[in-house]
């Protein structure tokens, strides 16, 4: 429903975002356009949206400037400053006006330059007074551009033409004419925007035209049965010469169903979609492309490019508009890929004066530290245990996955001692990354874990946390801490729990992070405090709490409100590019700007490292 009570086709989606996230970053990164000019910053008002059930949300100053009393009743708020802490429904009204410029990213702001135009004419007919070619007839037409064409727009050009009465349309990437579509077609301008994980590939289908994004949709890569890395899908190709090639195949298979899906769901031809852009790591991107990723996964770690060519979007599997183009993110080494990149643009790593860190999480983990004239970017390889691997207990965020812990150590009666929340709402049957995450921070939290990261011995335990004791237990010679017992009876292996080895999985990997960005403070010589702010991004940055995250020290000790779930920034920048020639050109400078810092041979990384273990 419009802020006027007019009725509009209710269009139903159920997202799932972190908690925190505003609602206008959580529709925005679903493909849910709200008005706005302003990017998220609370300035320009115009991101009405009203909270329909979820309970009460807080009125601000800028709530009361811009709704009447009976509005606020009823639940109207600025979108951008509503913080989805719990379930909300929100009814999001259809944007009242066309954009020149979409919100993508953290509050990005993107004048709309796509590389994709389409320009509808009406040439006159030749004559033998007129006897322009065709061409010439076309492009004296559109005088603003200096256009080339292809032979498969010459093969057609003729043809259309007469059967359009010389009324067409001019498809147009960068200044390539790239087909004519008899009669006017302007208002199809699609483009797919892929993130593509190595884990999960996310495809967004875009009106570039006013940069709605009109259907997003993931899946798992289908690359998976290779293995779970990027390092065991190099040595698949090390160790057996089809290996790439099935991989490229894999990887045009989950584009290509992306796609199939974005363009069902959005009820828009593929044939209309005319560019991809295509965010993924140097791993990914050389999979997708073919390239022999071997030389990336032994050192020196050198990439066969750092700025991958442009291609047919058929070169890599995509079935769309016969001379759609595929735009693949440059990288900035063979670690900090093509989606760290697209990552930087749409937070804005290089355009804010601020002092910021942005931290992608997962088993290689990428950090990126700006003081607002300098920008350092490192990687550091943090294992899989926040992906649930080499965890006893651990899964992937699915159904079942505890994600959300909180304990009590002076729970008294019925009163939980342990609190869980799970995916899905269903019995836990395991442990994903937050929720590792959460149980090691909640245990160091209430004592039950020393600063070393060893479980305190029994009898500790019990003085300190009385209601916790319990959950302790052995299985075999390791010592765990039940996090879930199915039934009263269950024995501890059949339990869902937290293992020694786990926590000294966990202390590895966290580490291995606040290493890298400690020595990339230092670097600039920084501390802790002077970050501004702390961008935790990635599937699965993104559902990190906080608080957890710097209890355990995998971010710096600052204020929880300085760090800030970024989402999926990779798919963000990667639609920017799609939007914007201008933020294209942007990625590409980002290859001068920052400084890629090799850590493994700094003299001080042991020392620095051993340090960072401890809680
Ligand atoms: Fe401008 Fe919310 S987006 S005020």
Not at 418 to 431: P, S, Y
Request: charge should be negative; proline fraction near 6%.
């Amino acid at each position: 429903r419009a802020e006027d009570g007019t009725a509009v086709p209710p269009s139903q989606r159920g997202v799932r975002v972190p908690p925190g996230v505003t609602v206008f970053d959580a529709a925005s990164w679903n493909g849910i356009a709200i008005d706005s000019t302003c990017g998220g910053h609370g300035t320009c008002h115009k991101c009405k949206v009203q909270v329909t059930s979820g309970g009460e949300v807080p009125v601000t100053r800028h709530d009361v400037r811009t709704f009447t009393p009976a509005q606020l009743e009823d639940g109207w708020r600025l979108g951008c400053l509503v913080h989805a802490t719990r379930d909300l429904a929100v009814e999001v009204p259809p944007l009242t006006t066309r954009p020149k410029a979409a919100t993508v990213g953290i509050g990005r702001q993107v004048i709309l330059r796509p590389a994709l135009q389409k320009r509808y004419v009406e040439l006159d007919e030749a004559t033998l007074a007129d006897q322009r070619t065709d061409l010439v007839r076309l492009t004296d037409a559109i005088e603003d551009l200096e256009l080339t064409a292809d032979l498969h727009v010459l093969r057609r050009l003729s043809t259309v033409l007469r059967e359009a009465d010389f009324k067409v349309t001019a498809v147009i990437l960068d200044e390539s004419l790239i087909d004519v579509e008899p009669g006017d077609t302007t208002a199809a301008r699609y483009a797919i925007a892929f993130d593509l994980g190595t884990t999960t590939v996310v495809g967004t289908l875009l009106d570039v035209g006013t940069g709605t994004p009109m259907a997003v949709t993931s899946m798992l890569n289908a690359q998976q049965p290779f293995g779970g890395d990027v390092i065991t899908r190099i040595s698949a190709t090390m160790m057996d010469d089809e290996a790439l090639g099935r991989l490229q195949q894999a990887a045009a298979s989950t584009l290509s169903s992306l796609a199939g899906q974005v363009c069902r769901e959005a009820g828009v031809d593929p044939a209309q979609v005319y560019e991809v852009a295509v965010a993924g790591n140097a791993t990914m991107t050389a999979l997708a492309l073919g390239i022999d990723p071997e030389p990336l996964g032994v050192a020196p770690f050198v990439m066969s490019s750092s700025q991958p060519p442009s291609v047919l979007a058929s070169e890599i599997g995509l079935t769309l508009h016969p001379r759609a183009r595929a735009y693949f993110f440059p990288a900035l080494g063979a670690y900090v890929g093509g989606d760290i990149v697209a990552g930087m643009l749409a937070t804005g790593m290089d355009r804010d004066k601020r002092t910021r860190l942005f931290i992608d999480v997962g088993t290689n983990c990428e950090i990126v530290l700006s003081d607002g004239e300098t920008i350092l970017s490192t990687a550091a390889p943090a294992g899989p245990a926040f992906e649930g691997g080499a965890i006893r207990c651990g899964m992937r965020a699915a159904d079942g996955a505890i994600e959300v812990i909180t304990v009590d150590p002076t729970a008294l009666g019925d009163d939980p001692a342990v609190t869980l929340g799970v995916i899905g709402d269903v019995e836990a049957k395991g442990l994903c990354g937050s929720g590792l995450v959460d149980a090691v921070a909640e245990l160091v939290r209430v004592g039950l874990l020393d600063a070393t990261g060893r479980l305190v011995p029994d009898e500790a335990a019990k003085e300190i946390a009385p209601a916790l004791a319990d959950r302790l237990a052995r299985i075999g010679e390791e010592r765990v801490f039940i996090l879930h017992r199915p039934t009263p009876e269950s024995d501890p292996a059949e339990c869902v729990y937290l293992s020694q080895r786990d926590v000294r999985e966990l202390q590895f990997a966290k580490a291995a992070i606040s290493t890298g960005w400690s020595l990339l403070l230092e670097q600039l010589g920084l501390e802790h405090r002077d970050v501004q702010q702390v961008l935790l991004a990635g599937s699965f940055g993104s559902y990190l709490s906080p608080a957890s995250a710097v209890r355990i020290g995998l971010v710096p000790q600052l204020p929880v409100l300085r760090i800030v779930a970024a989402g999926n920034v990779a798919g963000e920048g990667a639609k920017m590019a799609l939007l914007s020639v201008r933020e294209r050109a942007g990625a590409l400078a980002l290859l001068e700007e920052v400084t890629y810092v090799e850590l493994s041979d700094r003299p001080d990384f042991n020392d620095a490292f051993v340090e960072q273990l401890s809680f």
